[in-house]
């Protein structure tokens, strides 16, 4: 199973909205709406941002969300703050019940 | 509130064994189904395995299958990783992680364990 593509890095300016493509398969990302992003600071575990590609946990701010078309897969942030500024992984279920994570992404606030 | 701590990391040589596990607390254990995904140095995420809440079915990565075996102990509500014949590129932090009660997303992660294979 090859992982999920995502752009190795993306930039915006405070306040402006930026979006995180996570691109498979129809085998992964196109064949099922399990679609998952997790947040991952330096030295630090994974956080659970959006599920189901479009749901957020409890707690997560309003400004992270998900969508989803064909087998791209997309996480949106939008009003940036320099708490953004990190690591990003989509990952999805795949049809060998397995799963993938993209590759990462990293996220800087100008 | 559910808490994961991992141990049995360090630094081993290629071809030996280690037992990996990762204590569970603040949930019910067999409810929940569980996986480890490690991260090699800085490199990004690579989901390995995952159990089912009765520990009766498993699932493996491709990359590891056939070396590596998950278990779990409902009576100490400890998850483990065996991992035989460690080779360099077994170098990463594992983390164990719980899947939400869907299978299909993991809601909530240890700190991670760091394994290092060299000789």
């Known amino acids: 199973q090859s992982a999920l593509t995502q752009p190795a890095s993306v930039s915006g300016s405070p306040g402006q909205s930026i979006t995180i493509s996570c691109t498979g398969s129809s085998s992964d990302v196109g064949g099922y709406n399990y679609v998952s992003w997790y947040q991952q600071h330096p030295g630090k575990a994974p956080k659970l941002i959006i599920y189901?590609?479009?749901n957020r946990p409890s707690g997560v701010s309003n400004r992270f969300s998900g969508s989803k078309s064909g087998n791209t897969a997309s996480l949106t942030i939008s009003g940036l703050q320099a708490e953004d500024e990190t690591d990003y992984y989509c990952?999805?279920?795949?049809?060998?019940?397995?799963?993938?994570f993209g590759g990462g992404t990293k996220l800087t606030v100008l | 509130e559910v808490q994961l701590v991992e141990s049995g990391g360090g630094l081993v040589q290629p071809g030996v064994s280690l037992r990996l596990s990762c204590a569970a607390s603040?949930?019910?254990?067999?409810?929940?189904?569980m996986s480890w995904v490690r991260q090699a140095p800085g490199k990004g995420l690579e989901w390995v395995s995952d159990?089912?809440?009765?520990?009766?079915?498993?699932n493996y990565a491709d990359s590891v299958k056939g070396r590596f075996t998950m278990s779990r102990d409902h009576s100490k509500n400890t998850l483990y990783l065996l991992i035989n014949s460690l080779r360099a590129d077994d170098t990463a932090v594992y983390y164990c992680?719980?899947?939400?009660?869907?299978?299909?997303?993991?809601?909530?992660w240890g700190q991670g364990t760091l394994v290092t294979v060299s000789s």
């Open positions: 990952s999805s279920y795949t049809s060998s019940n397995s799963r993938v």
């Open positions: 189901d590609v479009s």
């Open positions: 603040g949930f019910s254990f067999s409810s929940y189904a």
């Open positions: 159990i089912s809440g009765s520990g009766g079915t498993t």
């Open positions: 992680a719980r899947y939400s009660g869907s299978w299909y997303h993991f809601d909530s």
